[in-house]
């Protein structure tokens, strides 16, 4: 890191308590320059000036940073400091680990080359699912059925820890990753050695964002790009624009950070933020809490910003001292940043850096809202939404319609539960979930909504029993603090019992509802709603039968539930009657910010954070006694259904492949807009008449054994059979919702994996037509290793999410761009035509590519590897069999 660098003359002396550290001297590096410098981009700089070598970071990357004013979305190189995992995108990453420790031993190089080089954490909390809920063991039967379902995992992850140098795995039921990460994993400036540097991360989730609160900077990056960093590899950027994102005012009293952080990603979307850096500035910061911050930072990915930056203060020293870090480590962090002028004083107008953009907000302005009904920057005020509602079931279908006819408005649908007779309509609440690491990492909204659930009770209102209520909290500081309290019995009694420690709603895992319910929904074609306080709401995810889903505080998922359902107007419709037959309304239990703050103070202790997290690499005891194989190489079970050596190196030679030209290739889908990675790989529930349930049927395993999506990343066979299986696809070649598309020229209607095996038994290769934004949502690597095995060799859209892109490169697929203005409909292409392009050898970055469609017409496109790097990447066959050819040379 030091040998060699051509910075070593600003290396500098620092004391610390006794102890002497080196460090990076910014400030003498750039000068006045630096001083203008965004907070974020002064990160990207000490990274260049550390990491330079020469070749994977040049002088050239560091004078490119230092002059950013006048380099935005140019090329650089960046070399996080760690990297951080889930389960759901872990487990395939050290699948692949150990299938190129197979390929690199087959082609004659040493195994055990194959190890992280910078600190790799990963955190099991996906494959947790809502089976039970609202009992007082719900907690113990989730944990049991996931350690009973994904055992096959959990032993390969075990063996993983072993396996792998410098990589740490931390136990199912410990909390959710960023949860995790915020709490406890986070070091905010490396301290471990002689030399101080920033604490940054990717990791291989997009909600990665959420550190960025605790002035970290991190983001989500492609499951294979990670891969690459865990290496040692660089990750190729484009410098990218900061837009300075002012805050003024303080919040109302009865506003909360889930209003404030569905207000900015409506506003910032709006804006355009995509593949920008957004660092946040301005006196109002001041008056968030470290854990406000990170509710909005966790939201970044859909306000669409690669970053939502906090730089460092005294109120991250003090949340740092409040969840229990190490003095010493506290007083290396302080006087480092202040050294490198990277603390931020918020007040301190003159601290203000240059920003590309300066967009402002007044916290005041920010009222209660609600996100939906299908994506999570629709925001809605609390007051609009009963009229909104109602216009989004006729509205002609759409992110905001379900386009159904004005004589439906008034189906209901009755059943029977638990020996009592109920009946739902459209806007009826069938799920209310507290969950996701956007909000259970908060304490005020979580304890807000213990106080709203004890008033509640006071005032003698409930929920009914059908509707799927559910608590998994982001840690078990969460548990400790709802306990110590005195607010869990009223939320238990409300029906929010705990159900795990993971993403579990959020991420599609809210398990079935009974099947009264989905029979009643189903045959009224009714519209009823999940609410839920996660972060995404696209359709298909949250539960098959909820096909509007509101984004929520803790607090009005418990008063939607209290409801049952959302076209209600709080403001004068009760949400109930007490004993006395008394109308009670939202605003008679919402309790303030204030009332908040007090219990918060009081509750949340530094104790917690050491009694829970001086355990955290333990597990329960199923965990403690799971047998793993031993061994630099993995023992492939041939008859495994979850952990699979996947194919991708089967017949990688030393040389590069011969790149040929993509003749006669078919239109595998014709997609719309938003195409999210969970239309492209879904994480939820396997449908029991699907390509994926068939091949695991076949192999002995019956329905209730298939498990989700998330939890068999590890199988290649069922993620390429599971690749565009999400039943709210829509594909323009069959006009309909469903995983199908049609086979040319059979006309033939097929699962979307049954028609790719048919051309791929055909020799005719594939290529995908789709609109803008296409890849956005989770950053999952398999939205790109799925089309990859289904034969997909390019991808045409309007636009691409910056990771899914990058994830497409890794894979050694061809992203394409249409100009601006055209589309496949403004071309005149419906999908049946054939298209044929060649890439030549000497392309650049951004070249325009012609293509040829059998109809006679010929446009050109933008080739998006957007860097040297993604070229090379493309010319190896994908980014991991570079590195292995790098690690036999």
């Known amino acids: 890191m030091i040998l060699g660098n051509p910075y070593a003359q600003y290396l500098k002396s620092l004391e610390v308590a006794g102890k002497t550290f080196k460090y990076f001297d910014l400030p003498a590096l750039g000068g006045a320059k630096y001083d203008e410098l965004p907070f974020s981009v002064r990160v990207l700089l000490e990274s260049a000036v550390r990491n330079c070598d020469e070749f994977s970071v040049t002088r050239q990357d560091v004078e490119c940073v230092l002059n950013w004013a006048d380099q935005q979305n140019v090329e650089l190189n960046f070399k996080p400091a760690r990297v951080i995992l889930q389960d759901f995108t872990g487990v395939p990453a050290v699948v692949d680990f150990a299938a190129m420790r197979d390929a690199v031993a087959k082609l004659g190089g040493d195994p055990d080359k194959i190890n992280p080089i910078c600190p790799s954490d990963l955190v099991i909390d996906h494959s947790v699912q809502v089976d039970f809920a609202r009992t007082a063991d719900s907690l113990q039967k989730n944990q049991d059925l996931e350690f009973e379902r994904n055992k096959e995992r959990f032993r390969f992850l075990k063996w993983g820890a072993t396996a792998f140098r410098n990589m740490l795995i931390v136990p199912p039921g410990s909390g959710i990753v960023h949860q995790v990460n915020l709490e406890y994993l986070a070091r905010v400036v490396f301290s471990d050695s002689e030399v101080l540097y920033p604490d940054s991360v990717v990791g291989t989730d997009s909600h990665t964002t959420m550190i960025n609160g605790l002035g970290v900077l991190g983001w989500g990056a492609g499951g294979i790009e990670a891969e690459a960093v865990m290496l040692g590899q660089a990750i190729s950027m484009l410098l990218p624009e900061v837009i300075g994102y002012h805050v003024i005012g303080n919040l109302d009293q009865y506003a909360t950070s889930t209003d404030l952080v569905l207000t900015i990603t409506k506003h910032l979307r709006q804006i355009g933020v995509v593949g920008k850096f957004v660092e946040f500035f301005g006196p109002g910061v001041a008056a968030l809490s470290i854990a406000d911050r990170a509710t909005i930072s966790n939201m970044c990915p859909e306000y669409g910003a690669t970053v939502g930056y906090f730089p460092v203060d005294n109120a991250t020293l003090a949340y740092l001292r409040q969840t229990n870090r190490d003095e010493l480590k506290i007083e290396a962090i302080e006087a480092y940043l202040r050294a490198s002028k990277m603390m931020r004083d918020y007040s301190d107008a003159k601290q203000n850096p240059k920003f590309t953009q300066v967009v402002e907000l007044d916290l005041a302005t920010v009222v209660p809202s609600v996100s939906g ?5 629709d925001r809605v005020s609390v007051s609009d939404m009963k009229q909104d509602f109602l216009q989004c079931l006729t509205n002609k279908v759409g992110f905001k319609g379900f386009g159904l006819n004005s004589n439906s408005l008034d189906s209901v649908g009755s059943f029977e539960y638990e020996g009592k007779n109920y009946s739902l309509k459209h806007g009826s609440v069938v799920i209310a979930a507290i969950t996701s690491c956007t909000n259970t990492s908060n304490p005020s909204v979580m304890l807000g909504a213990g106080l709203l659930a004890k008033k509640a009770v006071e005032a003698g209102l409930g929920v009914a029993p059908y509707i799927k209520t559910s608590l998994s909290p982001g840690s078990g500081v969460v548990s400790y603090y709802l306990q110590e309290s005195g607010v869990l019995p009223f939320l238990e009694q409300m029906g929010f019992n705990n159900v795990g420690y993971g993403c579990m709603t959020c991420i599609g895992n809210s398990g079935p509802l009974p099947d009264a319910i989905v029979d009643a929904i189903e045959k ?5 709603c999940g609410v839920l306080s996660g972060n995404r709401n696209f359709e298909g995810r949250i539960h098959p039968n909820t096909r509007a889903n509101y984004l929520a505080s803790p607090l009005l998922v418990i008063a939607y539930a209290i409801a049952g359902r ?8 009760p949400l109930g009657l007490n004993e006395k037959g008394e109308p009670v309304f939202l605003k008679q239990i919402w309790p303030t910010r204030s009332e908040i703050q007090a219990v918060e103070s009081k ?4 104790a917690m954070f050491k009694e829970v997290y001086s355990k955290v690499t333990q597990g329960f005891k199923a965990w403690q006694e799971l047998e793993a194989p031993e061994g630099k190489l993995y023992p492939w079970d041939q008859n495994s259904t979850y952990i699979k050596r996947p194919p991708f190196f089967d017949s990688m030679t030393l040389d590069l492949p011969k790149q040929s030209a993509l003749a006669d290739a078919r239109c595998l889908l014709n997609l719309g807009d938003s195409v999210t990675t969970d239309h492209i790989s879904p994480a939820g529930s396997i449908a029991r008449n699907s390509p994926a349930a068939r091949y695991l049927a076949e192999r002995g395993l019956t329905p209730r054994e298939f498990n989700s999506y998330g939890s068999r990343r590890g199988n290649d066979a069922v993620m390429a059979r599971g690749t565009f299986a999400n039943i709210r696809l829509v594909n323009k070649l069959v006009g309909k919702p469903g995983p199908k598309t049609i086979h040319f020229p059979s006309m033939q209607e097929l699962d979307v994996y049954d028609a790719a095996e048919r051309y791929t038994q055909e020799n005719v290769p594939l290529i995908l037509l789709v609109g803008k934004d296409y890849g956005s949502g989770s950053s999952r690597d398999w939205a790109a290793k799925g089309p990859y095995l289904q034969g997909i060799k390019a991808v045409i ?4 999410e910056r990771i899914h892109r990058s994830n497409l490169v890794g894979m050694g697929l061809v992203p394409l761009e249409y100009l601006p203005g055209q589309s496949t409909d403004s071309l005149g292409f419906d999908g049946s035509e054939t ?8 392309c650049k970055p951004g070249q325009l590519i012609s293509v040829k469609a059998s109809n006679g017409k010929e ?7 957007d860097t040297e790097v993604d070229l090379t990447y493309y010319r190896h066959g994908g980014i991991l069999n570079f590195m292995i050819r790098q690690m036999l040379q």
Not at 524 to 528: A, E, H, M, Y
Not at 603 to 606: A, E, F, G, L
Not at 835 to 842: A, G, K, S
Request: glycine share 0%; with cysteine.
């Open 373 to 377: 009904p299908k994506r999570p920057h």
């Open 524 to 528: 009224n074609d009714l519209v009823c």
């Open 566 to 573: 959302v076209d209600i107007d709080f403001e004068s419709e």
């Open 603 to 606: 509750h949340v202790i530094p």
């Open 797 to 800: 859209a309007e636009s691409f």
């Open 835 to 842: 298209f044929t392009l060649h890439i030549p050898d000497d």
């Open 859 to 865: 446009f050109s496109v933008k080739l998006r590897f």
